[in-house]
Structure formats: structure tokens, C-alpha cells
């Protein structure tokens, strides 16, 4: 015991050599073996704030890129694009083998109808084609005006749009119902319910509103830096028209064989020739589809790039191969569907016309019926697809994975989905209304103080002409200026479907524009909120069963 008591005594002792200054603990602590634990201990949190450190300054790379992963799947859907290729082929043969000898004899056709005065007040009046030309020049530029200003004030557009209503219904119902006019106050009692209505609904949806000009906003500054995808657009539009000449010249072909040159009997059934033209309407919607699709899902490849940072100077050949190769299957699918159904409203238009002129009634409003039906299904089949073309530029998905994608998101976020493409559409609506009267306007303009319209109006008359004139340039603007628009449209709703699933990309690559939808999308809108609170009573609802199954076990 005494020498037990002797040991300690030393430890003892040396305790207060512990306490000594910090210049000779350096030198003391090598020799302690005590000292190494205590070095471990220090190590271990400068380990673990080390990738707190890393986290804030977490490089791109870290996250791994999932822009077109699903191309992997070698040309899904191929089957469809070798389809749409093959009616390309056919429509390029009727043109060859059948339009262009019939145009050498069309003169000679049309002297049965007309004279030769009027056929050369016809060929005259190609310099008609000098006003298109003039409004798709003048449509563009203004397109690119209106982007810059949804870029810059897309918010205020949307609140005006609704004070718009609101002072219009409201200043309807005051002056109804002042004006001392017996029927005043019945009238006054529509415009005052959608008055309140409009401010309810303006109140409910302030926040989204906020989120929905930040998405504009990321979808025009995405087209803007990548200026290009413009011009690709412009020369789709270019590209359409010319397979527009194509399949006219292969119409006539076809249409003057079957009238004139064709001794058999299965030209003249009417059956047989509806569904000729019922096919040649088919190819010409659905590569008029196509083509608008590839710049979609072209667009939609290039915010994907932009949202995680990877956004170059290739950014766009590289989404417009995509789109032309390993995606051109799903684009060729889906537009298929919509040419269908669009093919169908055409075919029953025409059915319900003639039954006007043979004054069945019967037949014309069941056709009426019909055709509001199949037009229905036409922009509910468009409205899908749109947000289908997103997930097939944005992962390479086939068509149909695509639309189950879709699915998903409309069964569990439709309110959100509907109010965001409704703000954003409106806005897109209002430019294109512009772009079609300033179009109209041009043509109009171009008719009345150049000369380029005289053949025209000496083979019609001059109202018709007129008319026939500004009508054209007001369906160039609305036309060209929604093609162009399109490039918005697919650029928000991509914004959205990457908010709603990747939102930690943007947060690496454009911090700004994560913090203002992360404070909208949290604050404004509850979003997050929600979803906490809702898994916290999940899991409090647990709580009781877990612990009924402890006591079972028990």
C-alpha cells in the first residue's frame, strides 16, 4: 500500500505541470502519449467543418448532369420517325411524278375557265408576295421587342392585364347602374360579380403570380443569351413553307390525275378519294407538327444546359442534334397524335359546310357537335403534349414515358401547372394580338402606297383584295408571332418542371434566381411549409402504432 501510495504521489505532482504557459506545452505534448487522443479530437471537427466549407462552395461537378440521361435507349420510338421520313419521300414523288408535269399543262387547264387577259393579270399579281415578305420581317422584329419586354417588366404585364379587368367590370357596373336606365341595375349585376370575383381571384393568386413572372423572366433571359434559337425558329418557318410548296404541287398533281387522267373506278368513288386527301392532310400537319416540335424540345434542351450550368456556345447545335437523332422518334409520335385529331376537325369542318350548302340540318349540327368535341380533345391532346415534349428534352425520354411523366404531374400539382401556364400564356397572348394587327396594319399600309397589290386587285376587285390583304398579314402575325412565342411557352413550362424536380441546380449555377424562387415558392406560396407539416403528422400518426407494436413484441 505504501508503495502504491508512493506511485501517486508523482502523478499528483506533476498535475500542475499541465498548467503550464503555451510555449512549453508544444514541446511537452510530443512525449505525452495523452496528447495524441486530444490531437484526434481536435482533427476530428476540423474534418467535419471541412465539408460544411465544401457545401457552401460545392463545385457543379459534384451533381450529376441529367440532361438528355434517357438517350441511352438508342432512338426510342424510332418506328415514328422512319414513318414521318417515309411520308416525306411520298409527298416528294406525288410532287415530281405527278405536280410539276401537271403545272406544264395547268395553262392550258385553266383556258378552259379563263382568258388569257385574266391569266396574265394573274402572273401580274405575283408581285403580291413582296407584302408576306415585308410582314414576316416586320412580325420578327417586333417579336423580338415584345421578349425584351416580358424580360424586363413580365410581372407588371400580368398585373395590368388583371387591373385591366377589374377597373373594366367595375367602372361597367358604376356606370349601369347610375345611368338611371330601368334595366340599369340589372345589367350593372353581372359586371359587379365579376368584379369581385376578379379581386378574390387576384388576392388568391398574388403569389403565383410572383412565381410565374420569375419563371417568364428565366425562360426570356435563357432565349435572349441564346440568340440563335431565333434564328432556328425563323428558318423552321422557312423550311415549313417550302414543304408547304411541295405538298401544294403534289396536291394539284394528285388532284388532276384524279379528275382528268385516272380511267379507273376506284378515282371516282367518293370514299376512296376522301380518304386520299384525308392522308395528304394527315402528311401535312404532321411534319408542320414535327418541325415546330424539334425547335420545342431544341429550347427545352437548351434551359436544361442553362439550369444546371453547363449552358455553352454549343448549347443549341447540341439540343438541336438531340432533338434530330436520338429524341426526333418521341417528337415524331407525339405529333402524330395532335396531326389525327387536327386532321379529323378539318375533315369535319368541311363535311358540316357541305351539309350547310345541301340545307340538311341534322347532319350539320350533329357535325357542329362533333367537330366541338374533336376540337376539345385536340387542345387537351396539345396542352399534354406540350409538357410531354419538356420531359423528352429535358431526360430523352421515349413518348410514352413522357407522357406518364406528365400524369404524374398533373395528378399531383394541376392547380399550379394551370394558373402558371395561364399567366404566362396571357402575356404571350397580348404580343401576339399586337403582332397580328401590326402585321394587318403593314399589309394594309403596303396596299393603299405601292403598287405590288395592282395585279391582284385588277384580277379581283379592290375591296376584296383589301380585305383578302390585311386578312393575310394579321394570320402571318398571329402565325409567325406564335411560333416565335412557342420558344417562351416551352422555356416556362421546362423552367417549371426543373423547379418542381431539380431545384438544386439552379441553386449551384444561378443563385439569384434560386434565392428569388426559393423565398416565392417557401414564403409567398407555403410550398415547403406545407409538405413539412404534413410529413410531421405522418410521422405523429406513426408514433402510436410503432409503439402498440413495441408493447406487442413486449
Known sequence: MADEAGETEPLVAETPVEETPAE?????????????????????????????????????TELKSFVGEGDSCHFPDWIFSIAWISSIIIVIYLAWDYGFPSLENLEALMANYVDEEEIDELETATKVLYIPLYCIGIVSAGSIVWIIIMLLCGKLLMWSFLIAIIGGSGYAAVALYLGGSPTGSYLALPFAIICVFMCMYAYMISARIAFASVTLNIATHVILEYFSLLFMALIMIAVTAVYLVVWFVGLIGLYIYLTYECDDDECSGATNTLIIYFIMLLFFFWTAEVLKNIVVVTTVGVVALWWTGQGTMLAVPMSFCRATTWNLGAICFGSLLIAIVTTCVAIIGFLETQAKKSGNKIAEYALMCLGCLMKCLEECIKYMTAYAFCFVGIYGHSFMKAGYEVLVCIATDLPLLITNDGLVGTVVMMGQLIMAAGSAYTANYLFEYKDWADGLEAATSEDDAQSNLVLMGASIGWGVSGILFGLITAGNKAALILWKEKPEYLKESHPAFYEELDYIWTVSMGRVKAEAAAASDGEKADEPAAAEEGKEEA
Do not use: H, R, S
Open 24 to 60: 512549453e506545452t508544444p514541446a511537452e505534448t510530443p512525449e505525452e502519449p495523452v496528447a495524441e487522443p486530444v490531437a484526434a479530437e481536435e482533427a476530428a471537427p476540423a474534418e467535419e467543418a471541412a465539408p460544411a466549407k465544401d457545401e457552401k462552395e460545392a463545385p457543379k
